[in-house]
């Protein structure tokens, strides 16, 4: 009778091992969520245009490297948040999934898969890395660099 016994208890410990254990590694903690959310806010600010919104989570100073066919673009915020924030009809939105962050003190990057829709189809694709600092309690991009390729993968 102890075979079948230790049996179950082997079962009922190799279903939480492969099903909750990975859940609540992968599950986000407050801190990682104050670091994702400047990166929303930007992203939200893209959406709707508006230059404003795109500049309030960045580091005033702070630079954008988005790499196109193997060139590097370097820009500002500044001069990014005027370029996106420019009134227009296509609806732009980006996308991150499954993001990596690690947290220092103080510091914190967050590098992430990417989709850059426009008009509801996706434009380009990538990796984002955005590098933050907390400023004042307040976490704040300092630097954001990306990859964009046409080849994405339909999904």
């Known amino acids: 009778m102890k ?9 009922i410990a190799v279903t939480i091992a492969t099903v909750l254990v990975p859940a609540l590694l992968h ?20 959406a709707k245009r508006d230059a404003a919104a795109i500049k309030e989570p960045t580091l005033p100073g702070g630079t954008m490297v988005l790499m196109r ?10 001069d990014f948040a005027t370029r996106v924030g420019k009134p ?3 609806k732009i939105e980006e996308r991150i999934h ?26 380009h694709c990538g990796t984002d890395l955005f590098n933050l ?8 991009i300092a630097s954001v660099a990306d990859t964009g390729r046409k080849d994405c993968s339909a999904k």
């Open 88 to 90: 227009g009809t296509t």
């Open 27 to 46: 599950a986000t903690t407050a801190e990682e969520q104050a670091v994702l959310a400047p990166v929303t806010a930007m992203f939200d600010g893209m």
């Open 133 to 140: 600092v907390r400023k004042d309690g307040k976490w704040l």
């Open 98 to 123: 499954d993001p990596l962050i690690r947290i220092d003190n103080d510091l914190a990057v967050v590098w992430a898969p990417f989709e850059f829709l426009v008009d509801g189809k996706v434009d």
């Open 69 to 78: 066919d193997g060139k590097p673009t370097q820009m500002t915020f500044e």
């Open 3 to 11: 075979t079948p016994k230790l049996c179950l208890v082997l079962s």
